[in-house]
RNA sequence: GGGCGGUUAGCUCAGCGGGAGAGCACUACCUUGACAUGGUAGGGGCCAUAGGUUCGAUCCCUAUACCGCCCACCA
C-alpha cells in the first residue's frame, strides 16, 4: 500500500541511484538507434547551481528522456568549465587565509594549489544537478583544462596561428587594474554612475587666450598630447595649428582639426589621451601624436607624470589634479553629470582602463562570415527565431577577439621565445625547439580567455582532435540549449570555431530559454540577497516539482518568476498524482499484459482512451516543437482535469457495481491510462513517476521507466461517440451540482432528477450511466418523465430539460433570478449572432464553415433561451 | 543613437484572426472510503492608448505612452 503522499527526499536518492546503477543514461548501448545529442553548458567548476542552470538543465533533460524513450541514443554530454579568474580568485583568496600568496609561492606551486583545490572542493555543482535528476551521460563528464580538451585548445591556436588568424598586437585593451590582466569587450559593462564635467582652461602658448574642455576624468590630462577641434567649426579656426601649454605638466601639446570632436558636445574642444581613451588612440594614430602612458599595471599613476602625482590611485590623482587646477584658476567649471563607466562585467564594481598593452587577438572575422552565413542557410536554427538577429547583429560588426589573459590558471599560449625574441607556435616545446633548431626558449607567460575552449566544447568533448567514434556519430549535436545571456559569448563563438574546425556546424538547432527573476520580478543577486536557491526548493517541496514549474514556467516571453509559491502549486499536483496512484492501487488497477486500448468496449473506457490519446498526441509534439510549457500543461491538463477530476470519480460507481466485466476492464483500462501517465509525465518529473512505476506493479516491471517506450497513439474505436456520451454526463452532473450550489441544498441530502422533453438517444444515456450520475450528482432517483413537477428548480440539457423537484424547499425567486439570469445571456448571444448574421458583407464574405457555424450556434442559442423562458414560465405556476 | 521584448482577472502568466483562459489569491459550502498538499460551486477582465487593414481584431499593420533588455557612444 502506498503512503499517503510522496516524499520526495526518501525516494529521490534511491531513485537516483537506481538509473545510476542500470546505466539507463550511457550513451552507445543501442546499435542501430539514431542518435541525439545535447552538450550541457559546463558551469564554473566553482559555481553553485542556480535557478538559472535548473532551468536550463530541467528543459535539456526533458529532451535527453524523451528521445532515449523514443528509442534514441542519446548522448547528454556533462562537464565544467575551468572558470579562469573565478577560480583564481578562490584559491588565492584561500591562500591569503593562510598568509600565503600566489606571487610568493610562483606558477608551478599555485597550479598545484589550484588543481588540490579542483579535487576537493570542485564541482559541487555537479552533484547538485544530480539532485536535479539531471540524466546525463556521467561517465563522460569532462573539464575544459583535462588533458584531451587541453589538446585540443593547443591544436586550435597553433593552426589559427598558422593561419595567420592569431597574431600579436600592440593597442589598447580594457584592462582590470585589480586583477592585472586584459580583458575582451564582452567581458566590460557600462554602468551608468553619477559623475562631473569639468571645465578646463589650458593657455593657449605665447598668447594670453585659454582653450577650454570638458573632461570626465582630469587626471588623464597629464597624458593629453593633443587638444582637438571639429575642423568645421568656426569658433576655433584660428587656434588650430597653434600649441595648448598642458596645465601641470608644462607640455606644450598641438590643437589639431579632427572629426572626432564634436560641436555639441562639451566646449567643441576635447583633449586626447591617445593611452587611455580608444577614440582618442585612433585620434592619435591618424595625427602621428605621441602616446603616453601614465599608469601603472595596478592603475596608480607611474613615473611619466610630474612627482607630486608619481604613486598615487586614479581616484586619487583625480582629486589632486582638480585641486591644483583650481588653485591655478584653470578650472572653469564643473557639472555633475550621469554618465556610462566601463566596469570589469563580474563584479561590476572594478573600474576598467584602457590600456596599452601587447596581447594575443584572434581576427574571427572570416570565421564570422561562415558562422553568419550558416543560419542564414538554416543549417543551424534559433527559437525562437528573433534570436537570430542577435546573433547576426553581432557577428556583422565583430572585431578582433582579445584571448590573452594575465592569468596564471588557465590553458597557457603554446607560444615560445628565444633570446631574440623570435616567435615559435607549436603543441609541444619540443616541437618549438625544433623549429628554433635547438637553444632553450622561453615561453609566454599568458593564458586563453576561458571561452576559447568553451567554444571548442561540442567537438573537444567527443575526443577531437583524434577522429573518434564518437566525434563521428555524435557530431553535429542535436540540439543546444541555453540562455540568451551568452549568444555571444559562446553560442556565436562555437559555431565559428565548429564550422571552421569540423566543416560542420556544432548544433543543428539552438534554444534560447528565459531568464529567471525572483517572484518581485527582479535579477536575482547575491549582492542583493534575492538568490532563490534550487536546491532549497528540492529540498522543501522535491525535484519533481521544481522540475515541473521550470517545465511550466518556459514560455516565449523573456522572462520568468519563480519563488517558493509556484513550486508549492506543482508540488501539490505530485501529490494529486501520487494520491491517483494510490486510488488505481486500491481498486485492484493492475497493469494487463497485452492489454489492448482499442479493443474496450464500455463507452467509459472508450472515452478515457480518447482522451489519452489526444493527451499523447498533444504532449509528444509539443515536446517535438520546443514548447516545453505547452507540454507541460496539456500534461497537467489531462492528468488532473480529466483522469483525476472526472474519470477517477466516474469509475467509482463502476467499482462498487456488481458488474464483473465492467469492472474488470476498467480496472485494466484504469492501469493502462495510469501507466500512459507516468510516462508522459516521466521528462518533467522524472522522480514520482520511477518511483510510481514500480509501486504500482504487482509483478516487477520489465525496465525501468527511464528505459520504457514512450507512449504511442492509439486509435480507439467510436471515440467521438464515446466522447460526446461523457460529455453530456458530465454537463449533466455539472448543471445538477450548479443548481444545487445555487439553490442552497445541503450537500449530503439526495434529491430526485426529473428530466422531460428527453430525445430517446439522451434517455437512454440517462439509463446507462445512472449511477454515475446519481453518484456524482447526489441524486436519490433520475428518470424521464413527460412532465415536470411543480416546484422544480430546472435547467436545459441539450433538448431536454432537467427539472429538480425541491418541494417546498425552493425558493422561487432565488430560482427566477438564477434562471434569468442565464436567459439573458442566451439572449445576449442571440443579437450578437443576429448582428453578424444581418451583415451582409458578413454573410457574403465569410467562409461557408464559418457561416454554419455561427448559424448553428445561434440555432443552439435560440432553443436554450426558448427553454429558459418556459421554464420561468412554469415557475409561476 | 541603433535594435529587441513586454503591456490580457487583485498577483504571476498562457493564448495570438471568428464564443476571453490557467495557477495563486478571493467568496460560499463540504472531514463524500485516493488526495484538506483535497473537493464542489462562484465572483472578478472596454485583452495599454489612438489610428489602419478585414465581413470580423486581444490576435495582423502603423504610431504613441509606459516598463524592461541588448548593442554602440557620451567631452
Known sequence: ?????????????????????????????????????????????????????????????????????????????????????????????????????????????????????????????????????????WSRERFTMDEGLSRAVTKVFVELYSQGLIYKDKRLVNWDPRLQTAVSDLEVENIEIKGHLWYIRYPIDDSDQFITIATTRPETLLGDTAVAVHPGDQRYTALVGKMAVLPLTGRLIPIIADEHSDPEKGTGA????????????????????????????????????????????????????????EALGLLDHVEPITHAVPHDEKTKTVVLEPYLTEQWYLNVQPLADKAIAAVEKGETRFVPENWANV?????????????????????????????????????????????????????????????????????????????????ARYYPTSVLVTGFDIIFFWVARMMMMGIHFLGEVPFRTVVIHNRVLDEQGAKMSKTKGNVVDPITLIDEFGADALRFTLALAAGQSRDMRIGPTRVETNRNFATKLWNTARFCEMNGCITVPGFDPTAVTETVSKWIVSETEYAIGSVTNMIEELRFNEAASNAYHFVYDIFCDWYVEITKPIFQSINEAAKAETRATTAWARDQILKLLHPFMPFITEELWAATAVTPRETLLVLSDWPKRVAPPDAEMASAEMMWVIDLIKGVRSVRAEMNVPAGAKIPLVMTGASEGSAARLARHIDVIATLARLSSAEAAPTIPTGSAQFVLEEAVVALPLGDVIDFARERARLEKDLKKAQDEITRFDAKLSNEQFVSKAPEEVLTEQREKRAEAQALALRLTDAIGRLAE
Not at 615561453?443 to 564518437?470: C, I, M, N, Q
Request: glycine fraction near 8%.
Open 1 to 137: 500500500m502506498l503512503d499517503k503522499t510522496f516524499n520526495p527526499k526518501d525516494v529521490e536518492q534511491r531513485i537516483a541511484a537506481q538509473w545510476e546503477a542500470s546505466g539507463a543514461f550511457k550513451c552507445g548501448n543501442r546499435p542501430g538507434a539514431a542518435p541525439f545529442s545535447i552538450v550541457i553548458p559546463p558551469p564554473n567548476v566553482t559555481g553553485r547551481l542556480h535557478i538559472g542552470h535548473a532551468l536550463n538543465n530541467t528543459l535539456q533533460d526533458i529532451l535527453a528522456r524523451f528521445e532515449r524513450m523514443r528509442g534514441k541514443d542519446v548522448l547528454w554530454q556533462p562537464g565544467t568549465d575551468h572558470a579562469g579568474i573565478a577560480t583564481q580568485l578562490i584559491v588565492e583568496r584561500q591562500l591569503a587565509e593562510r598568509q600565503m600568496s600566489r606571487i610568493g609561492m610562483g606558477r608551478e606551486k599555485f597550479l598545484e594549489e589550484v588543481w588540490k583545490w579542483k579535487a576537493e572542493s570542485g564541482g559541487a555543482i555537479v552533484e547538485q544537478q544530480h539532485r536535479l535528476g539531471a540524466s546525463a551521460d
Open 270 to 325: 576635447v583633449k586626447i589621451t591617445p593611452g587611455h581613451d580608444f577614440n582618442d588612440f585612433e585620434v592619435g594614430k591618424r595625427h602621428k601624436l605621441p602616446l603616453i602612458n601614465i599608469i601603472n599595471k595596478d592603475g596608480t599613476l607611474n613615473n611619466d607624470v610630474p612627482a607630486p602625482y608619481r604613486g598615487l590611485t586614479r581616484e586619487a590623482a583625480r582629486k589632486k589634479v582638480v585641486a591644483d587646477l
Open 391 to 471: 546573433y547576426f547583429g553581432w557577428l556583422r560588426n565583430i572585431r578582433p577577439w582579445c584571448i590573452s589573459r594575465q592569468l596564471w590558471w588557465g590553458h597557457q599560449i603554446p607560444v615560445w621565445y628565444d633570446a631574440d625574441g623570435k616567435v615559435y607556435c607549436a603543441e609541444t616545446e619540443d616541437d618549438a625547439v625544433k623549429q628554433a633548431g635547438g637553444g632553450s626558449l622561453r615561453r609566454d607567460e599568458d593564458v586563453l580567455d576561458t571561452w576559447f575552449s568553451s567554444a571548442l566544447w561540442p567537438f573537444s568533448t567527443l575526443g577531437w582532435p583524434d577522429k573518434t567514434p564518437e566525434l
